[in-house]
């Protein structure tokens, strides 16, 4: 192609070939602007290409992504605890065209490691990950399943992050066995976790992750333009909008070369490449016709499709037909086998997904009405065969899809990931009691599929979205969320809480109580929903250790350092919706001062120094009375000491918001003028409580909950 570059600049950079809009070399032009602009440093061997005059060198890139260097963060501790080494990973893509792509997700490998990655897409961003494990034999090899490596996926648009660091026991427990943590965002398919030689090693595994994890980025033109505002699409060309703003200019089928540069892309010869066609070729402006030669009739596009036009004789026709009739015939045989064996697989999924002994289960309680076994083809067809279109929720225990049943029946279809099948019976006494929950105030679970790879769970269709979303989105329509709307709410949801931590045939811990996870249906109903996480607990046993799991902000401090859940791990969580219900606060709130980052410290804080109504949202002031915010706050507080014995339990939280509902009085009316009313509402409401951005804490303690600072990168080995 000739139209690679613009005339006179550099095209060649070591083994990459850079195409316009890009351009080696800076304020030279041969770029679209500058953040198309890249170096070639000759000095290595052979030269390296970097972005701008960053240090980020680039692998490689195509019409639409580019693979550049890694960032890696890791710490190093001896035998003592003693911090050896560290480094600290971040990567800025700044106002460039670039942003990472969601082919990277963020990793962290450790036996004694949390890693937190924040970061900007436009709003802010933070998620987190967590490397434990305590034997070398217990890491298995070939992928990330939490124990000594961890993986969580990264939001469309990124253009910033930082990566936060943390070890629990500067690892002291396992450091005969691992005495790095390594955190990194990189390409998904380019990573294999190779277990414990992976954790023991840390030279060669920092080693190997530079050179053969990159990053992935995605590249578009225009900025915040579409396509109606593009101008930089030359002949022959097609302009499209990509997904994260922005737009990019591909070639017409057909048409081959660089759609950025005069005079656009080139007609393709499709008759040089023999294998296109097999008899007569004649090239046509960005197409080919391709006909049989003279004498011959049929598809010369593949070969041996042409044939000789004279009459096949008697004995032709019999061959063909019988041929056919063969085919035929090893086609049917083969078509049943294939049916055979697939009635097989499902027939094993559902052995191995515990299916016999639900059936037995459900026969010997007499419950086998309350749960429906539906079949692969039921929620295949009810989800469009589990169309991406058809997805209304991700977690960390699988994907929620909306299902549509011949009967108009609307249900929500969760497909859990990969289950370990020697959990196969505990699995199947959970969904057993969780069929005959039957609360109001809790999403029902209709009935299950283990027909297939994995097992399938079938709820009720919640319509409303979540209680995060009212409280928290601007566009979520606040005018309902009222003084007394806010307490029916919170009485529902802990009711249910309270229902089952006591009332439940066997108790029930959620796990991961919070306020995403409590929906609303058409009649604003609580509804409490995803019990991937929650844990059946023996009526004999007040605790059961497992393996630390809930969300950043409303986890247990108590239970995220000892391992132990109890049913006032749940209070905790609960403490913090309500705190959010009457704060319009989020749990954590990156753009806060320190004091104000983590809502449970600021909450404890205001109380203590007697500012709760400078935290309270201004509308609750003027429709919930003084004792009622009082008796709430007080309530909150209670929910979160860092005791769970000192914490309430769910049934009393419960008895004690259901009393408030029926507490309507004001006593401050008679006491006051309205000017004084008014006045006291205008002092502590406060502006803009609604826009503040999420980030992670990572300690017990209070006040160091929001004590994380910005990162700088050194590219230093951990030796």
């Known amino acids: 192609m000739s139209n690679i570059a613009k005339p006179g600049c550099q095209q060649q950079c070591g083994n990459l070939t850079v195409q316009y809009p890009f351009g080696i070399g800076t304020d030279n032009g041969c770029a679209l602007d500058w953040s198309y602009e890249l170096t070639c440093n000759n000095t290595y061997d052979p030269p390296k290409l970097f972005i701008g005059t960053s240090t980020i060198y680039i692998y490689s890139f195509s019409e639409s992504e580019m693979k550049i260097s ?68 217990d890491v298995p090899t070939g992928y990330c399943s939490g124990i000594g490596c961890c993986q969580t996926s990264i939001p469309k648009g990124l253009k910033v992050y930082n990566t936060s660091f ?40 920092y080693e ?107 004995f032709s026709l019999a061959l063909v037909f019988g041929m056919l009739a063969i085919l035929s015939g090893i086609g049917g045989i083969c078509f049943g086998i294939r049916k055979r064996k697939l009635i097989k697989l499902r027939e094993k999924f559902f052995e191995q997904n515990g299916g016999v002994l639900m059936k037995q289960k459900l026969k010997a309680t007499g419950a086998s009405e309350a749960m429906t076994m539906f079949s692969t083809e039921q929620l ?61 105030n809790v999403v029902k679970l209709l009935g299950c599929c283990l027909e297939e790879e994995v097992p399938v769970l079938v709820y009720e269709f919640i319509s409303n979205n979540t209680l995060f979303y009212h409280i928290h989105d601007r566009s979520g ?25 006591s009332q439940a045939t066997m108790p029930i811990i959620h796990r991961d109580v919070k306020s995403a996870n409590i929906l609303l249906d058409e009649n604003y109903t609580t509804k409490i929903s995803d019990f991937g ?37 749940d209070v905790y969580s609960f403490g913090m919706v309500l705190a959010e219900l009457i704060t319009g606060r989020k749990p954590i709130c990156a753009g806060k001062t320190n004091e104000e980052k983590n809502l449970a410290t600021y909450f404890v804080k205001s109380m203590k120094e007697n500012r709760l109504f400078q935290i309270v949202e201004p509308r609750l002031l003027r429709e919930g009375t003084i004792e009622q ?34 507490f309507t009085t004001h006593p401050w009316v008679p006491q006051q003028t309205p000017e004084e009313s008014t006045s006291l509402i205008l002092e502590v409401e406060q502006p803009d409580l609604y826009g503040v951005p999420l980030i992670p804490y990572s300690s017990n303690e209070w006040d160091s909950y929001s004590g994380m600072t910005g990162m700088t990168f050194q590219e230093n080995n951990p030796r």
């Open 533 to 569: 996480a929650s844990r059946l607990v023996p009526i004999d046993h007040d605790q059961v250790t497992t393996l630390v799991q809930g969300t950043l902000g409303y986890l247990d401090p108590e239970y995220f350092h000892t391992s132990q859940l109890t049913d006032k791990s």
């Open 380 to 440: 295949r067809k009810a989800t469009d065969n589990y169309s991406e279109e058809r997805i209304v929720g991700r977690g960390g225990y699988g994907v929620v899809y909306k299902g549509i049943f011949p009967d108009k029946r609307v249900v929500a279809i969760k497909k859990s990931k990969l289950v370990d099948s020697t959990q196969s019976e505990q699995f199947i006494n959970e969904i057993c009691i969780l069929t005959q929950v039957i609360h109001r």
């Open 70 to 137: 890694n960032s890696i963060a890791y710490s190093c501790y001896n035998r003592s605890g003693q911090l050896t080494q560290e480094n600290q990973g971040w990567t800025d893509l700044g106002t460039t065209a670039f942003t990472f792509s969601q082919k990277n997700k963020f990793s962290v490998v450790g036996c004694d490691d949390f890693a937190l990655i924040t970061g900007t897409n436009g709003a802010d961003f933070s998620s987190g990950c967590l490397g434990l494990c305590s034997n070398a034999s």
């Open 477 to 501: 329509g606040m005018s309902w969320l009222s003084w007394e709307n806010r307490l029916r709410v919170a009485a529902e949801a802990a009711a249910a809480l309270a229902y089952l931590h």
């Open 629 to 662: 915010l009082q008796t709430i706050a007080e309530l909150v507080k209670r929910c979160f000491n860092l005791l769970g014995e000192d914490r309430p339990t769910m049934k009393e939280v419960a008895m004690e918001l259901e009393g408030l509902r029926k």
């Open 208 to 314: 190997r992750l530079m050179s053969v994890v990159p990053v992935v980025l995605d590249w578009v033109i225009g900025g915040n333009k579409s396509c109606s505002q593009a101008t930089e699409c030359k002949g022959n060309s097609i302009c499209q909008d990509a997904e994260t703003g922005g737009y990019r200019c591909i070639c017409n089928p057909g048409y081959q070369g660089n759609p950025y540069l005069d005079p656009g892309c080139q007609d393709i010869n499709e008759c040089e490449d023999k294998s296109k066609c097999y008899g007569r070729c004649i090239n046509t402006e960005g197409n080919y016709t391709c006909t049989c030669k003279p004498g011959y009739t049929g598809d010369a596009k593949t070969k041996d499709g042409c044939r000789s036009k004279f009459p096949a004789t008697v």
């Open 166 to 205: 943390i070890s629990f026991d500067n690892h002291t427990k396992v450091v005969s066995f691992n005495r790095c943590g390594f955190a990194f965002l990189g390409e998904e398919a380019s990573f294999q976790f190779g277990g414990a030689r992976d954790l023991s090693n840390a030279t060669e595994f």
